[in-house]
């Protein structure tokens, strides 16, 4: 009699599920092997599978744990008569005593001491270029959904080897950290790995400034979190994962890599939005269009202008302002942030640095782009190329006063003002995103090549978009290759649910990045928002209306609140928002409203659920098998619906 898996307590009593090569899952999911109904069980709580002439149990994160005999285990090499504990129920593994012959005394000392035993030939490698929060959530991905099956090197130039330890390179160094705030959906969030999601999310680590929306699932609101605290966690984690992840603190070159690389079956790219390394395989991949993203025959660009800040407003009135308007946004972690301001064309030209030694120009703080720390004498000095922010240094220019008043608006005093920098955005339309680089041959299995984060899908300002687009890509990668390794070379057809989610959230945050960056006029007439902010500087330089101005902002303000005060508790009355407005200059008045208020009828609506393509969707296709992490399909598609115009759904800026 085959093995199998035998129900000793709770409904299942008496029911017996033989096992075979193919894996048997444990979880509350109709589409697993065990179904089990008890509240305390995950989606997809574990699995049994059958490697090296065994079979081991592994618990895949599951919230409550699995038990065998008693004891809470993360993998376990089951021998007949073990109880294995799910929720409020128990089954027993039973085995002939010829399939206590099959694995000797050696070959199972050799599993409980390592967890599992894995042909060299049956390990997936994998190599990730780029270590920034989406290749090292991609790493910890891979890692928790197959263990010592897959083989991970991963390279950063950003990193250096520290003892035993990589680490983050310092700004003496030449690493100047990213102190941004950035919004995680818990769409994302909450398939990372358990461990991930505790580590990353330690109390006071992260706030819940924004509401939920259709990104938001089983109720969890978006979470503010620094992109340096997220960087530092990952890269910690990832250090303690060497038996499976191998950290080099070096840029990963494709020519001078390329020899390990045709015996690797994966390269996953995932260096940003001015990828080397995707140029380098250009003809794999193919040409970038700009053409979708144009106006008049001219790509369209944003140029932001980031400013290190510490607010004095709440996050509900920070909020509000934001959703208001399209000159600023503000993203905080209990008031500390960036403001970035979309900048107009003649503006954007200001954004220049100074050499006070060879009294010559410099544009880093545009196009490299450069961080400019306040001074003691209250300078932005750039580290790196010893330059001082120009218009800092010239009080009466045009745009420092606009920074100014931006600071008024958020309630920052000037000397919360810490830093200064500026970031360029552009959005181009993708062919493709996925694709053999290397052929296979005699000696090598035939590489894929994938681009993930920002070397796929690079967007708009609004802080977090770029990263939950990223993790998606992640998250649904790490899926793909779980799913399709069977030890043997992979072909495109692998690849296909990847590539259509990449499809889909290239549709979807770009075109809602896009709408971010144009508007229509009177006539009806597509335009930028930059554009736009041009009219209220001009109109607000032609001795405006000031009060009348206040009084159409307070009207689209009231409007605003009415619809976030269920979901913000703490808005700001009419005479606070009042008072407020009136420290601001008349022009900055007038700019604010002519730029208009976030439209979330434009960009709400459903969001890309990456858990459709990766289900259990025939009887004859294989079922999926993901921790729990994914196990949460019908959650998500209760909150995927379409936001009527007026809701706060889709507010979140990530």
Known sequence: MPPAIVGREGPLTGQRFPISDVPITFGRRDDNSVVIASGRASRFHAEVRHEAGGYV???RGSRNGTLVNGSRVKSHVLRPGDLITIGDETFCFEASTEMETIVDALVLQSFIKSAVCVEPGQVLHVTISGGGPVGLSFALLLENLMGRRVAITLYDGRWIQDGARVIWKNEAQGNIRRQQVVTVQSRQYLNLPEEVQARLFSPGSYS?????????????SPRNIRVA?????LLEIANEKSDCIRLVPANFDPTEHREAVVKDHVLAICEGGRSRTREFFTDKFGNADKSIYSLNGQHVQDVVLG???????????????????????????????????????AEAEEVIGIDPVRHVFEECIASRPCLMGRTDQGEFHCSTHSTLFLPALVKSSALWKRVMEGLVFFGVTEENL??????RLDMVQRPRFSAQLYSATSTTPGTYGFLLGDAANSIHFWPGRGLNSGLASAISLARSLHHGWRGRAFRDANFLRHEAAMSMLQYRHKSRAWKSMVTTDEHGVTCTIKDKIVQGIEEGGKSPDKDADIDALMEQLRQIRSRLSPRIPGMPDDATLDNHLRKLQAETVRTLLVSGA???????????????????????????KTPRATAHVEELHEHTKFIPRGSSDSIAPG
Do not use: C
């Open 418 to 423: 810490s830093a200064v920098t500026a970031f």
């Open 598 to 624: 976030w439209d979330t009828l434009i960009v709400g609506g459903e969001e890309v659920d990456i858990d459709i393509f990766h289900r259990h969707d025939s009887p004859d296709a294989p079922v999926l």
């Open 229 to 233: 605290y997220i960087e530092d966690k």
């Open 57 to 59: 149990l592994y618990d």
């Open 307 to 345: 400013l290190r800040v510490k607010s004095d407003l709440s996050d509900p009135m920070t909020v509000l302002l934001t959703v208001a308007q399209n000159r600023f946004l503000l993203n905080a972690l209990r008031g500390e942030g960036f403001l970035n301001m979309r900048l107009t064309d």
């Open 208 to 220: 819940e400034m924004w509401p939920t929306g259709p990104d938001s699932i089983r109720g969890y």
